[in-house]
């Protein structure tokens, strides 16, 4: 019994010991880099009116300690930015992050961090202070490029993004909640995520620590190279749960580039609104298994109009490199210089086409969204939901020129299941085009049962493809 009990000891401290040698130790990059890595402090003069007008405050994270409430409120949620005495008052401040990319005085951060500055303040690992001018800022990829006056000041190495891989170890330096120098370590837990208003962007997902205040500090690889600059995080509360996204070195430099030579960044365009292909869509199109990015909207006067691409395309290449899911294609043409040749591999009603064309300019032009009326109905059981013509107003606000017929009242069916809702336009059904409520009802009735057909909808100004399937 006594000899059992020894051999567990011994193979209890034996796994212990497998599994420290295996964690990583960051010790050395901390010593190497973190002095790199800088304080970004910004402060915004306030205007007369948004003086007047009321504080909103930043949720405060669940389970904060009370001795840190204050700090995070002084950070966060003080109408006067933290200012001291009367020269503060009115004012607003944000802190984050920035590193080092040249020695004479190159800093990278996130356009947020600095947008709408006043006044830029780096501070470094040795307490120097340096206001610093802003070079040039992109929103859409959220980089901006600092310069302060300095001389040989101590730089990150960049690495290759496109060579990490999932589960792989990276580390954060930063300043969360203005904690100077703060590092966390983590995993990277996916790549190429595609996150809401960040559609140029391929994020590095990681489970790294990131908090209000790391925003544009670096992300490490385990060769102590930058990777990535941590910009976003998903919270509920404020605070990190495990959702943390980088934006990934590539595109960074891709940025700072045209920033040094244009003084802004300039992003290709083909001219699309596009959309994932389900399962369902991808029996609908006859595909084998779902792949790439469905058509679901050509914008007029555009370089995919030019080459005449059309609603219903289904995009699987992009200059010879696979389109997997929709967000794999934007962050490619973005980078994409202006006016440059490309080449897409498509689907067109189950066969595949060569189409080229040339890289657009991306316009500075955010598209309308409007909500729909609907009056006079007729039922359309099959479906369960009714439908109208559109009106002249009607068209306007569901920014339909012709054809289409405006959604009224769902019940249970094929359509509810496929989320049709109401006041959506249905445009198409089964790769047919809907004229008037006679020819959405002809095609409705000759529908195969079973069988998942393709529907093209228009809801508040944006296209989108649903798969219909009417039960037997």
């Known amino acids: 019994m006594l000899k059992k009990l020894a051999w567990c000891v011994v193979l209890v401290f034996m796994f212990n010991q497998n599994g420290l040698a295996q964690l990583p130790d960051f010790t050395e990059m901390v010593k190497t880099n973190g002095v790199a890595v800088v304080n970004i402090s910004t402060t915004q003069k306030a205007k007369p009116e948004a003086a007047e007008g009321p504080q909103k405050e930043i949720p405060m994270p669940e389970g904060m300690p009370p001795e840190m409430e204050e700090l995070f409120k002084r950070f966060f949620n003080n109408p006067n930015g933290g200012g001291n005495g009367p020269e503060g008052e009115g004012d607003t401040q944000s802190l984050g992050s920035g590193f080092v990319i040249d020695k004479s005085g190159y800093v990278l951060t996130n356009h947020h961090v600095v947008k709408d500055a006043d006044e830029i303040i780096v501070k470094f690992s040795d307490r120097r202070e340096l206001i610093a001018k802003l070079i040039g800022s992109d929103a859409r990829t959220d980089v901006a490029l600092l310069k302060v006056e300095a001389t040989d000041l101590p730089v990150v190495s960049i690495g290759d993004p496109s060579k990490l891989q999932v589960g792989e170890w990276v580390l954060a330096i930063g300043s969360p909640f203005g904690f100077e120098q703060s590092v966390t370590a983590g995993i990277v837990s996916a790549k190429?995520?595609?996150?809401?208003?960040?559609?140029?962007?391929?994020?590095?997902?990681?489970?790294?620590?990131?908090?209000?205040?790391?925003?544009?500090?670096?992300?490490?690889?385990?060769?102590?190279?930058?990777?990535?600059?941590?910009?976003?995080?998903?919270?509920?509360?404020?605070?990190?749960?495990?959702?943390?996204?980088?934006?990934?070195?590539?595109?960074?430099?891709?940025?700072?580039?045209?920033?040094?030579?244009?003084?802004?960044?300039?992003?290709?365009?083909?001219?699309?609104?596009?959309?994932?292909?389900?399962?369902?869509?991808?029996?609908?199109?006859?595909?084998?298994?779902?792949?790439?990015?469905?058509?679901?909207?050509?914008?007029?006067?555009?370089?995919?109009?030019?080459?005449?691409?059309?609603?219903?395309?289904?995009?699987?290449?992009?200059?010879?490199?696979?389109?997997?899911?929709?967000?794999?294609?934007?962050?490619?043409?973005?980078?994409?210089?202006?006016?440059?040749?490309?080449?897409?591999?498509?689907?067109?009603?189950?066969?595949?086409k060569i189409i080229n064309f040339n890289i657009g300019l991306l316009p500075e032009q955010v598209d309308k969204v409007a909500d729909s009326k609907a009056e006079k109905a007729k039922p359309t059981n099959r479906l369960g939901v009714t439908v109208t013509d559109l009106t002249v107003e009607e068209r306007q606000l569901t920014q339909v020129s012709k054809g289409g017929v405006l959604v009224h009242n769902i019940a249970k069916g094929a359509a509810k299941s496929a989320g049709v809702q109401l006041g959506d336009v249905i445009l198409r059904l089964d790769n047919q085009l809907i004229q008037d409520v006679a020819g959405f009802e002809k095609i409705v009735k000759n529908l195969p049962a079973g069988k998942s057909v393709a529907a093209l909808i228009q809801r508040r100004g944006n296209p989108a493809f649903l798969a219909l399937k009417i039960d037997k």
């Open 192 to 352: 190429g995520r595609s996150l809401p208003g960040g559609n140029y962007v391929p994020f590095i997902q990681t489970d790294v620590a990131i908090n209000p205040g790391n925003s544009g500090g670096p992300l490490f690889n385990m060769d102590g190279k930058v990777v990535g600059i941590n910009s976003q995080i998903y919270s509920r509360t404020g605070g990190f749960m495990g959702l943390s996204f980088a934006i990934p070195m590539d595109v960074v430099m891709n940025v700072v580039a045209q920033i040094k030579a244009n003084g802004k960044a300039a992003h290709g365009w083909l001219g699309v609104q596009i959309q994932d292909v389900t399962r369902e869509l991808a029996e609908s199109f006859g595909m084998k298994k779902p792949q790439g990015a469905l058509v679901s909207k050509v914008i007029p006067d555009s370089p995919a109009e030019k080459a005449q691409l059309q609603i219903g395309d289904i995009i699987t290449e992009f200059n010879g490199q696979s389109i997997e899911k929709s967000g794999d294609l934007p962050p490619m043409v973005g980078m994409t210089p202006i006016k440059d040749k490309a080449t897409l591999k498509i689907i067109r009603q189950g066969d595949e």
